[in-house]
């Protein structure tokens, strides 16, 4: 293998094979011909990997753990099949349709957990035809209108602490907070919702919160304190059976990022719900597939303008939202390089480029002045960590949604 220590991102499973790039095994440049490009490639092996990881630390806490994967973040048939046929996770959905994709991919209805915001009575009347589903009520509303359809049911209260995390200190990350956000039950609210439940025949059996997306380490000690404020919420439930964490696990994005330390994490939780006798669900979506796909594009454009050295792609912001929504990095590389790895990627040889897509939106731009090495039009260029919310959140903006997706076993 060649020497590519300086590259933050490098694994066992996602490294330089001579001059090649390989994600679990496969060459993506060969695998890129084959579908031609924009393509979206997924590795089977990692994800399962993700889960099997997180459930050890769910097991080191002490306290019965499960995952039910938040299939928002990538919903790929053949993945979510994979994923099932695994046994390693059930889904959370957040909508009839999602409910509707996973139970098609193989998962029953009682390993599905919903939880959604803003409930419609048409939502509603899915749910109640699908009593085994776990539905965590994120309003009093949804309570009130749940219980006129479908009592009886066992359900979660989605909490909000008022407190969130994320990646960083980026605000657009954190689904709580200071600033009063649409998400979950606030303390103010909660005795009420307690009540109207037990009103409407619904029997509260545990408490959800999700505060915020991409955490790692440094956010660990604010997380504690998340679920530190979630307890008075779970003391409150005269008989709790689940706590369940929501999602937010992140993955490193730059080199000065680091790996969540899950052993830390799992003792956060067992310092706090320990001895409760509560089951631990967690929701990640993120965690378990970001960094196990690539999102492929090829270069049509090397061109300088001005001071600028533009390589121009054949794909763009529509295809991976969130570098433009929530500002978050994105690592280019080239498929192929020209030469080895330690000489392409030596810092001499490496230009500052800014990369563009192909919609017609000013702020369609991958990432400015990034270093990157020596490329020439008809090159493939491979974007790390796109195995979470880029083909599921893309738009056919300009019409130019025609990215594949591809599972790699
Ligand atoms: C309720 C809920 N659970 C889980 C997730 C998954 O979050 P992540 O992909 O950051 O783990 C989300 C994402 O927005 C969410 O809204």
Redesign the pocket.
């Known amino acids: 293998m060649t020497d590519t220590a300086p590259l933050w991102w490098v694994r066992e499973d996602l490294r330089y094979v001579g001059t090649d790039l390989h994600l679990g095994g496969v060459n993506l440049a060969h695998a890129a011909r084959g579908s031609g490009t924009p393509a979206y490639f997924y590795s089977g092996p990692r994800v399962l990997a993700n889960l099997r990881r997180l459930q050890g630390a769910l097991d080191a806490t002490g306290l019965r753990g499960r995952i039910r994967y938040?299939m928002?973040?990538n919903r790929f048939g053949p993945l979510l099949t994979l994923m099932k046929t695994s046994g390693l996770c059930g889904i959370?959905a957040?909508s009839p349709n999602e409910l509707r994709h996973a139970v098609r991919c193989g998962f029953s209805p009682g390993e599905v957990s919903y939880?959604a915001t803003s409930v419609s009575p048409a939502d509603l009347d899915v749910l109640a035809r699908n009593p085994e589903t776990w539905i965590?009520c994120d309003s009093l509303s949804t309570i009130r209108r749940l219980g006129a359809v479908s009592p009886g049911r066992s359900i979660g209260l989605?909490v909000n602490p008022a407190l969130g995390v994320g990646y960083g200190e980026n605000q657009l990350?954190r689904?709580a907070g200071e600033r009063t956000s649409k998400?979950g039950i606030y303390r103010e609210h909660f005795d009420e919702a307690l009540a109207l439940a037990a009103q409407v025949g619904l029997k509260v059996e545990g408490i959800?919160f999700?505060v915020?997306?991409?955490y790692l380490n440094a956010q660990l000690p604010a997380w504690r304190e998340v679920l530190h404020a979630c307890r008075w919420f779970l003391d409150r439930v005269p008989n709790p059976r689940v706590v369940n964490l929501?999602?937010?696990?992140?993955v490193p994005h730059v080199a000065t990022d680091r790996a969540l330390d899950l052993e830390t994490w799992a003792g956060v939780i067992r310092e706090t719900f320990g001895g409760t006798g509560v089951e631990i669900w967690v929701?990640?979506?993120?965690?378990?597939v970001?960094d196990a796909g690539v999102l492929v594009l090829q270069l049509n454009t090397v061109e300088r303008k001005r001071n600028t050295l533009f390589y121009g792609v054949d794909g763009g912001f529509n295809l991976a939202m969130e570098p433009v929504f929530y500002k978050l990095p994105c690592e280019p590389v080239p498929a192929r390089l020209r030469g080895e790895a330690a000489t392409a990627w030596s810092p001499d040889a490496l230009h500052p480029v800014t990369l563009a897509g192909n919609i017609n939106e000013a702020l369609d731009l991958w990432a400015e002045n990034v270093p990157l090495p020596e490329m020439a039009e008809g090159d493939l260029l491979v974007l790390l960590n796109a195995g979470?919310?880029a083909a599921a959140m893309s738009s056919d903006h300009c019409m130019r949604a025609q990215a594949t997706e591809h599972l790699l076993l």
């Open positions: 938040a928002k973040a959370d957040c939880t965590n989605r990350l689904y998400f959800h999700h915020g997306c991409g929501g999602g937010g696990l992140g929701e990640p979506g993120d965690f378990v970001k979470g919310y």
